[in-house]
C-alpha cells in the first residue's frame, strides 16, 4: 500500500478532492498543486510507474524462494484504491495476506489508516490479513541508507568540502502535533533510524528536521526543513545533506518540496544542498520488504497452526 499519486495532471482535482474528504480544493489550491507537479513532471506522469516497478521488483523476490506470493497494489487516493487491490485478491481466490505499507516508520496517522482500511475490507471479504507495522530498524534497510549517505558525502569531499563541515539533515512528513499526546511511537521511530544511519556511516554532524506538513489550522511537528536551513545560515553552515528517511519513492514530498523548493532557499542562502537518492526499486529495499512480508507468513502460519 501506498499514498498514491494522480495517473495525469487531468487527474489532480479528483485526487486532490479524494484527500480533502471528498471537498474539492479552491481554484487557487488546485493551480498551486497542479503547478507543482508540472514542475517535476513537464507534462508526463512517470510517478505511478514506480510503484508499479515496486510492486514488481517485490514480487520478484519474494518468488525467489520456496513459496509463491502474488503482490497486489492498494492506494490511499487513487485508484487501485486499498479496497481495490483487496476485491483484487478475493477475485483470484485468496484466502491469506500480508499487508505492508511502502512507509518505514509507523504512526496510527500514517501507517494506522491504510491498515485500518485495509483489515476492514478484508475482514468483510474473508480474507485473512496480517500486517507489517514498521520495519524502521531493519539491518538492511539502515544498511543501504547509510550507504547513500556516504555517497552523497564523497561527493561533497570530491568538490572541497570537508566531511566534518556537511551538516546531514535527516527528515519526514510532519504530522499534527497531537500525535505526541497520544504517545504515538513515529517521531522515535525516525530517531532511532536516524543515529542508526548516522552511527554507520560515521556521521556526528546532524539533526532532524520535519517537511511536507499539512496546511490546517492545528500545529503540526516542526521545524519545517525551509526554517532549519535558514538557521543554519546563520550558524554559517555552508554544506547540507538532505536524508529524507521518511519516504521511499520520489514524488511530490521528494521531488518537489526538497529538489526545487527546499534548493531554491538553499541558493538564496548561498549553501550547498545534495540530497541522497530514494529507495524506490533498489535490489537492497525489495530484500528489506521481502524479509519482513516472509516473517510475517511464518508468523500467520504458526498461528493457524
Known amino acids: 500500500m501506498s499514498y498514491g499519486t494522480p495517473e495525469s495532471l487531468e487527474d489532480v482535482e479528483a485526487y486532490y478532492t479524494h484527500i480533502?474528504?471528498?471537498?474539492?480544493?479552491?481554484?487557487?489550491?488546485?493551480?498551486?498543486?497542479?503547478?507543482?507537479?508540472?514542475?517535476?513532471?513537464?507534462?508526463?506522469?512517470?510517478?505511478?510507474?514506480?510503484?508499479?516497478?515496486?510492486?514488481e521488483a517485490l514480487q520478484a523476490k519474494l518468488n525467489s524462494g520456496q513459496i509463491q506470493y502474488v503482490c497486489y497494489q492498494g492506494l490511499k487516493h487513487a485508484r487501485p484504491f486499498i479496497e481495490d487491490?483487496?476485491?483484487?485478491?478475493?477475485?483470484?481466490?485468496?484466502?491469506?495476506?500480508?499487508?505492508?505499507?511502502?512507509?518505514?516508520?509507523?504512526?496510527?496517522?500514517?501507517?494506522?489508516?491504510?491498515?485500518?482500511?485495509?483489515?476492514?475490507?478484508?475482514?468483510?471479504?474473508?480474507?485473512?490479513?496480517?500486517?507489517?507495522?514498521?520495519?524502521?530498524?531493519?539491518?538492511?534497510l539502515i544498511d543501504v541508507l547509510s550507504r547513500r549517505v556516504t555517497a552523497k558525502l564523497d561527493e561533497f569531499e570530491e568538490t572541497g568540502a570537508a566531511r566534518d563541515e556537511v551538516r546531514v539533515l535527516f527528515s519526514a512528513h510532519s504530522l499534527p502535533e497531537r500525535i505526541l499526546a497520544m504517545g504515538d511511537p513515529y517521531r522515535d521511530q525516525l530517531l532511532e533510524t536516524s543515529k542508526a544511519i548516522a552511527d554507520q556511516a560515521g556521521v556526528e554532524s546532524w539533526q532532524f528536521t520535519w517537511q511536507s506538513a499539512g496546511r490546517t489550522a492545528e500545529p503540526w511537528l516542526g521545524p519545517d526543513i525551509l526554517d532549519t536551513l535558514?538557521?543554519?545560515?546563520?550558524?554559517?553552515?555552508?554544506?547540507?545533506?538532505?536524508?529524507?528517511?521518511?519516504?521511499?519513492?520520489?514524488?511530490?514530498?521528494?521531488?518537489?518540496?526538497?529538489d526545487i523548493e527546499a534548493q531554491a532557499l538553499a541558493s538564496e542562502l548561498d549553501m550547498r544542498l545534495l540530497r541522497i537518492d530514494s529507495l524506490n526499486s533498489d535490489p537492497a529495499y525489495m530484500s528489506?520488504?521481502?524479509?519482513?512480508v516472509r516473517t510475517k507468513a511464518g508468523q500467520l502460519q504458526v498461528k493457524q497452526s
Open 20 to 55: 480533502r474528504r471528498g471537498n474539492a480544493p479552491s481554484a487557487e489550491q488546485l493551480k498551486e498543486l497542479k503547478d507543482r507537479y508540472e514542475a517535476i513532471v513537464g507534462g508526463v506522469f512517470p510517478l505511478r510507474e514506480n510503484t508499479d516497478r515496486q510492486v
Open 230 to 258: 535558514r538557521e543554519l545560515a546563520e550558524a554559517q553552515v555552508k554544506y547540507v545533506l538532505s536524508a529524507p528517511i521518511g519516504f521511499v519513492s520520489d514524488h511530490l514530498e521528494v521531488l518537489y518540496d526538497l
Open 85 to 140: 487491490g483487496v476485491e483484487a485478491m478475493v477475485r483470484d481466490g485468496i484466502t491469506q495476506a500480508i499487508g505492508i505499507v511502502l512507509a518505514p516508520h509507523y504512526s496510527v496517522m500514517s501507517v494506522g489508516t491504510y491498515i485500518k482500511r485495509a483489515k476492514e475490507k478484508a475482514d468483510a471479504c474473508g480474507i485473512n490479513m496480517e500486517f507489517v507495522e514498521s520495519y524502521h530498524m531493519h539491518p538492511e
Open 288 to 292: 528489506v520488504l521481502s524479509d519482513v
